[in-house]
């Protein structure tokens, strides 16, 4: 038996030696014993399981990565097993005997992979395969097999350890991938039972490269040739969106979107107390990033095989052997560094593609929860908490992808260099790993601290997005108030919140920073500290391989505060968008004729089959479902409409009419009762909403379009005239929000919509209000009763007197209740007009009147236009709307001049000067501890160990301090810069004229306050401390080369020319995709705040898909960009990596050809050539990093440009040479001098050559037809628009010399459009406080409002957001109270009465004209009501003044146009 044994184990203990077990045991146990096992449980699995069974388990198609997994691998691994058995019989050749244990591993090896392979083939293979036992089995083999390798490792030869390393390696890679495809299989068999989840993983992966891989080879994937294109493009052009590339089919954001949306369901379905956005990614994506994990796992433990290789090398060096093992080793290293190269960037490829994929799906998923949730819902949430979730929230959620496997990688890798550097120092190493260890609690507690400031930081962001939106989007009437600066100074003090919360990140973010950068620097000097005070002494292989092992460390530990800090961001942002998510929705099912929410009747009940609406004792509330139902709009309501009838809604401002009709549409909560509404609907808002786009668009909003039936809208309409005076006709852009139509205008584009649409019931809001009386006429004729609208059912709220008369129905509201119900000939309509002698004016031409009397008339008017200039039109949109700027080129040196500028200089300096020292101080270290190492082994050393213990925690403390003063000096900069930047942005917005806000639309801005500037607050500091520390740290490693090795200096420029070309070439396109991104970006953002304000326009029209469509177009434009961006970087990425793979071979064969002592140059002692080796190594991550932080620095550099462009724009004159007195004007004496005004310098003059005087303390109406120049006039006077010639004088005084800001606050306004913004009732009424309770009550009763105050709970009340909480028509008087506070000499009146019934109207013309006595009041009024009691009128016609006088002298001159107007609509 000794015998046999000897033969199995010469020269060598069977178990043990007495130190340890000995290596004949361990390839017997943990070798032999594995492999027999192996083949024992194959085997029995293969004839266990007859040929045929097991069929079934292939009903999963198996990927491509997932055959090359099963059956290349087991390939390779027989092949490594003879090429042991080949090592083995040439040691017996050359006479070395070796022990059977050594043939018994190898050739045992070989049958394991060879009955793999053989049982692969058979059709049961995935039953053998993928079974329990074997499964389990391939996760504790690897294990076993690491811990053999770790033991036996110092004594292999180099060649053998690589191929053993190479056989384990494939091992884990072999054993990870069954067991994530056997998890994967048993998912999609409980699929098939029901489970939706998974169902759509197979497809995701097999076509994950379905576009590619049939177009392109896989070394062309491999290598990123395929963007060659689009780079060669971008050197000698400007990019554009054609040249990007096609993204490829599986990552089409309605794909993803199908995904998600299903998941999610899911999710709402099984968990609907909690839903989690979360757990809905994991199941979408869930597989695909679990392969992502195997291939880093094969990464990271590549990434260790350079250090081992590096301790080999070194102990060669050291040895000065002539064999070929130097050239095999300095070759393995160059090419475990070629590996890592492809791993990484191919593992950084496939993770973009799933963060964009990811990206896609979110954004989509909240634009679609966006479409479908009612408002009362939505009320939760504010505006710019909505569009914080997909600009921000989206993102960080995102990087979720980013940090979640480094959450056990970096453990990993961590865990991993310990354990080498104990095989190097022993136990010595543990006062290293104290310190570390020392510092978790520290970093948990600062992390736990980043994550509540950076909750309360996106609050504060929130509110300051939110009213960043508010102050862009009523820009136009802060500017009238001259309230813009005391906006600004709210926006500021929301934004010095922010920053406060910021701060205290970024100097937690400066802590963590310091103490992981100082970490392996304490690491280095406590271990080898100890080692040599244990009484060991340091050698080279032994010290730089430890210094190979600390520069690994310092990327995991130096990465993994930022990876707890985005795992909490993650977190944070992915509930609260599970939050919005989770909302209640209200959606229609394809094929019901109403609503699908319990509320509401999708059946119509049997009793009443010609009903087109029923409302049975509805009660509703503005509150959403999860609060309690309060502030009732509508209370006990009960209705029923009959088919095609025509419904009048009338009553007071605040009466309920326009939560009516929300009702029905499902807007409102309802709290009591039940809705039914048979048919489709469509609907016109009170205020119109109208899309940025062309005037066809935003009357076929999504419809096909018919010819015939868009020329009959437009005629009824009475649009044909507008529109064959714009430019482009019907293709006529229209701005944001219809900036360049009148209200007038908006009013009837919006409801041609609906007349367009032909819905089988249409809801209009007071769409008369806001036309002249003729257009009212025209449009209540041709139009709402007109051939168009026949059948239809008609609910129209209106204070129009004509229209209640001609209506089938008139229900009158009063408080939420409805007063009373009938027909409108039982109706007391005298009651309802004795205050109006006349009620509306007539504002037309004579022929236009006679068009409009009769029906007769009504044809040629018809005919007038001819039909090919509306069906013909031009097919291109008239831009009215300035496209985006892109700037060209590299970023401009005057932009980082800015941003030190911003920083500071002195802050610049102290940044730069620390990070230099801090690297020289490392430096310094490493060079101290090669001296050390040379005295030591040349016996030389004259000083103790204590001295140079001593020196070393001397550069240690300087290290130490430098990078604590980076860190800190950094945060302090970043902070100085966003607080810089942002104040300097808003002041230029907040002076920029309206014409600018006109021809930029609101989410461009919003996008350089958000998205750009939440960049340079975060991300720009962030990426450049990384470039800064990437630079000094390249400059370090290149002189210590050049120092040691003389030949690296041949290299450095030949390199450098390669280094500098590469970059070029890169950089000139990656500016340009980065300048694309943020330009395709802003059509996202300002699609979705466009659609937030119309989504129950878009609701009532069941135009979601079509909107939805138009979104998804945005987010494909992002993605191709993202995409392509990622494509460029992954191609430079990968070849400079290559690059650093060629130095470290150079670098290696030049110290292997150094010790054999055949050259006349010396390389210099053991310990500078280790140290040359140690820090070769980093290089290839370095170079990679420095030049993707660079590139990254200049694309979020782009974020300042962008906000600096901004800071360029023009101002508005705010200085003026004249002082005036506070009581200016006192007279009110208004004139106008020859004034010619235009918008643009290509439109018509909106108002030419105008010449009237008014007398001071007059009231003067100014009438004409929508788009006459009314509210030019107003916008003359409050130097909104500068006039092109001629002057205004108030009080004799020119306005141009009086300062702007100064003029407007002595002039008061009442504007076409009410405004209240969210705050207090007190704030919006007076934000001055220069009014006391008692002044504010008693203007809010002249405005008849007090009372509907007083029951909203007084002045101290919350307006929301808009002043939703108010009716347009309370909002209006609001806004008039608001003015009569100001005790302004001159008062204007924009239309103010257009959204108030007539009753009150009248009261208020009464009020203004017994209390504003003394007073000049400018009225621009469509009600004759309005005008016949004052004392003078200005009538306009095409910007000239066609009349003018007092209106009752007028009257009595039958030749007058007045007079005529008054005829006209009494007809």
């Not at 326009?658 to 709290?671: I, R, T």
């Not at 006349?838 to 009147?849: A, E, G, M, V």
Request: proline letters at 3%.
């Amino acid at each position: 038996m000794d015998d046999f044994l000897a033969l199995i184990c010469p020269n060598s203990p069977f178990i043990w030696n007495g130190k340890r077990y000995s290596y004949c045991f361990e390839d017997i146990l943990l070798g032999i014993g594995l492999n027999i096992v192996t083949t024992i449980i194959i085997v029995v699995l293969g004839f266990k399981q007859k040929s045929g069974r097991g069929v079934h388990g292939s009903d999963v198609q198996m990927t491509v990565p997932e055959k090359s997994v099963l059956y290349f691998v087991p390939a390779i691994e027989a092949c490594l097993s003879v090429l042991e058995i080949i090592f083995v019989w040439k040691k017996e050749h050359n006479s070395q005997f070796v022990g059977y244990h050594k043939w018994f591993y190898s050739c045992s090896e070989l049958i394991v992979w060879t009955n793999i392979i053989l049982f692969s083939k058979r059709a049961s293979s995935h039953y053998i395969i993928f079974s329990r036992v074997l499964c389990f089995w391939w996760i504790l083999k690897p294990i076993l097999g690491v811990l053999r390798l770790v033991t036996t490792f110092p004594s292999l030869e180099v060649s053998v350890c690589i191929v053993e390393s190479l056989v384990v390696l494939l091992s884990i890679t072999y054993g990870t991938a069954i067991n994530v495809i056997r998890v994967k299989r048993e998912s999609f068999k409980r699929s098939l039972l029901g489970d939706p989840l998974l169902s759509y993983d197979s497809s995701l992966e097999e076509g994950g490269h379905h576009d590619l891989e049939t177009n392109e080879s896989i070394w062309d994937l491999m290598t990123f040739k395929f963007i060659a294109p689009v780079m060669n493009r971008g050197v000698v052009k400007q990019l554009d969106c054609e040249d990007l590339l096609q993204i490829p089919t599986n990552m089409a954001p309605s794909s993803c979107h199908d995904i998600i949306s299903s998941c999610w369901q899911a999710q709402l379905t099984n968990d609907a107390s909690k839903p989690s956005l979360f757990r809905a990614l994991c199941s979408a994506y869930g597989w695909s990033y679990l392969y992502l994990g195997l291939l880093k796992v094969i990464n990271d433990c590549i990434g260790f095989v350079g250090p081992l290789l590096l301790n080999k090398l070194i102990q060669f060096l050291q040895k000065g052997s002539v064999t070929s093992d130097g050239y095999l080793l300095a070759v393995s290293l160059g090419l475990t560094s070629i590996i890592k190269s492809f791993l990484d960037t191919q593992y950084s490829f496939h993770l973009a593609k799933l963060k964009l994929k990811l990206r896609s799906s979110i954004m989509t998923l909240i634009y679609d929860k966006c479409l479908h949730v009612n408002l009362a819902e939505r009320s939760k949430f504010t505006n710019g908490e909505i569009q914080t979730f997909m600009s921000v929230d989206a993102d960080r959620t995102v990087n979720l992808c980013n940090s979640f496997h480094d959450t056990w990688s970096l453990p990993l890798q961590i865990g991993v260099a310990l354990y080498l550097l104990y095989t190097q120092v022993k136990f010595a190493f543990v006062s290293g790993l104290a310190i570390t260890i020392l510092l978790i609690p520290v970093n948990k507690w600062i992390s736990q601290l980043i994550a509540i400031a950076t909750e309360q930081m996106m609050k504060e962001k929130d509110e300051r997005i939110r009213r960043t939106g508010e102050l862009l989007t009523y820009i136009r009437t802060l500017k009238m108030y001259g309230w813009e600066l005391i906006f600004s100074s709210w926006l500021m003090e929301t934004r010095s919140l922010e920053v406060k919360h910021l701060a205290t990140r970024k100097y937690l973010d400066a802590w963590c920073v310091f103490f992981w950068a100082t970490t392996p620097t304490l690491f280095s000097i406590f271990t080898f500290g100890l080692f040599t005070l244990m009484g060991n002494q340091l050698d080279a292989a032994m010290v730089f391989t430890c210094l190979a092992l600390f520069n690994t460390l310092i990327s995991p530990l130096n990465s993994f505060p930022w990876v707890i800090n985005g795992l909490i961001d993650a977190f944070i942002s992915s509930r609260r968008l599970s939050r919005f998510l989770s909302c209640p929705e209200h959606r229609s099912n394809v094929g019901d004729t109403g609503s699908s929410s319990s509320s509401f009747l999708s059946k119509q009940p049997d009793s009443s089959q010609r009903l087109a609406i029923i409302v049975q004792d509805v009660s509703c509330t503005w509150s959403s479902s999860d609060e309690p139902p309060l502030n009732m709009v509508l209370s006990h309501v009960t209705l029923s409409l009959s088919k095609g009838s025509f419904v009048a809604i009338i009553g007071e401002v605040g009466s309920g009419k326009s939560s009516l009709l929300y009702s029905v549409l499902g807007e409102a909560q309802l709290a009591h009762g039940y809705i039914y509404c048979d048919g489709s609907v469509a609907y016109v808002p009170q205020v119109p909403w109208i899309l940025s786009g062309t005037v066809r668009d935003n009357i076929l909003f999504g419809k096909s379009y018919d010819p015939v039936r868009y020329t009959d809208t437009l005629q009824a309409c009475a649009l044909d005239v507008d529109i064959e005076l714009m430019v482009g006709h019907d293709m006529a852009y229209i701005g944001e929000k219809g900036l360049n139509l009148s209200g007038g205008q908006r009013a009837r584009l919006a409801l041609a919509r609906a007349v367009y649409h032909g819905s089988d019931v249409i809801m209009l809001d007071d769409v008369l209000s806001a036309v002249d009386a003729q257009v009212a006429h025209w449009i209540l004729h041709n139009a709402i009763l007109g051939p168009l609208m026949q059948g239809k059912t008609i609910l129209l709220c209106t204070h129009n007197v004509q229209a209640i008369s001609l209506a089938d129905m008139v229900v009158v509201m009063d408080k939420g209740h409805v007063k009373w119900l009938g027909s409108s000939a039982a109706f007391p309509i005298s009651s309802y007009t004795r205050f109006s002698p006349s009620n509306d004016i007539d504002l037309t031409s004579k022929n236009h009147r006679e068009s409009c009397s009769s029906d007769s008339s009504s044809k040629p008017k018809e005919q007038s236009l001819p039909e090919k200039e509306i069906v013909h039109s031009p097919e291109i949109a008239e831009e009215i709307v300035e496209v985006e700027l892109r700037k060209e080129g590299k970023v401009e040196i005057g932009v980082y001049k800015n941003y030190a500028v911003f920083i500071g200089q002195f802050v610049t300096v102290v940044i730069c000067l620390s990070a230099i020292l801090m690297q020289a101080s490392r430096n310094g270290n490493d060079l101290w501890l090669s001296y050390w190492v040379d005295t030591t082994e040349t016996g030389q050393t004259v000083h103790s160990v204590s001295f140079y213990l001593a020196i070393l925690c001397l550069f240690c403390a300087v290290n130490s301090f430098f990078t604590l003063v980076r860190a800190f000096s950094f945060a302090f900069g970043g902070l100085q810069a966003a607080i810089k930047v942002h104040n300097r942005l808003l002041s230029k917005l907040i002076n920029a004229p309206v014409r600018f806000f006109d021809q930029t639309p609101g989410g461009r801005i919003l996008n350089r306050l958000s998205s750009d500037l939440y960049t340079i607050d975060d991300s720009l500091p962030f990426i450049m401390n990384i470039l800064l520390a990437n630079f000094v740290g390249l400059l370090g490693i290149a002189i210590i080369l050049s120092y040691v090795q003389v030949f690296f200096l041949v290299l450095l420029l030949p390199l450098w020319y390669i280094y500098s070309k590469l970059q070029f070439f890169y950089r000139s396109t990656s500016r340009e995709l980065r300048r694309l991104d943020s330009v395709s970006r802003s059509p996202i953002y300002t699609s979705f705040s466009e659609t937030l304000d119309g989504t129950s326009t878009i609701r009532a029209f069941k135009s979601e898909d079509f909107f939805f469509a138009k979104f998804i177009e945005h987010i494909t434009l992002y993605q191709k960009t993202s995409y392509t961006e990622t494509v460029a970087s992954l191609w430079l990425s990968l070849r400079l990596q290559l690059l650093g793979a060629f130095i470290i071979s150079f670098i290696a064969l030049m110290a292997v050809v150094g010790s054999h002592r055949s050259l006349p140059i010396n390389f210099g002692t053991p310990g500078l050539v280790g140290l040359a080796l140690s820090y070769a190594a980093p290089i290839v991550s370095l170079l990679g990093s420095f030049l993707t932080s660079f590139t990254e620095t200049e694309k979020e550099m782009v974020s300042v440009e962008r906000a600096l462009q901004y800071m360029d724009i023009p101002q508005e004159e705010q200085a003026g040479c004249l002082n005036v007195n506070p009581d200016w004007p006192n007279l009110g004496v208004i004139e106008f001098q020859n004034v010619t005004l235009k918008y643009m310098p290509s439109l018509a003059p909106a108002i030419y050559n105008l010449s009237f005087t008014i007398a001071g303390g007059t009231q003067v109406g100014i009438i004409g037809r929508t788009g006459a120049g009314k509210s030019s006039v107003l916008n003359a006077l409050f130097c909104l628009t500068p006039i092109c010639s001629g002057s205004i004088l108030v009080d004799g005084t020119d306005i141009r010399n009086v300062p702007v800001r100064e003029l407007r606050t002595h002039l008061a306004i009442v504007p076409q459009s009410p405004f209240l913004f969210n705050g207090s009732l007190r704030e919006n009424l007076d934000p001055f406080k220069m009014s006391d309770d008692l002044k504010i009550w008693d203007a809010l009763e002249k405005c008849h409002v007090k009372e509907e105050v007083e029951e909203a709970g007084g002045l101290d009340i919350l307006v929301k957001e808009g002043g939703i909480s108010f009716s347009v028509g309370q909002r209006q008087l609001l806004c008039l109270a608001r003015a009569l506070l100001k005790s302004s000499k001159v008062l204007c009146l924009d239309e103010c009465t257009a959204n108030v019934d007539i009753q009150t109207a009248s009261l208020l013309h009464t009020t203004i004209s017994s209390k504003c006595k003394g007073m000049t009041v400018i009225t621009i009024a469509h009600r004759i009501s309005t005008v016949l009691n004052m004392d003078s009128i200005l009538i306009l016609d095409h910007g000239n003044l066609a009349e003018q006088g007092n209106p009752q002298v007028l009257l009595n001159d039958e030749s007058s146009l007045f007079s005529s107007f008054v005829k006209a609509s009494s007809m």
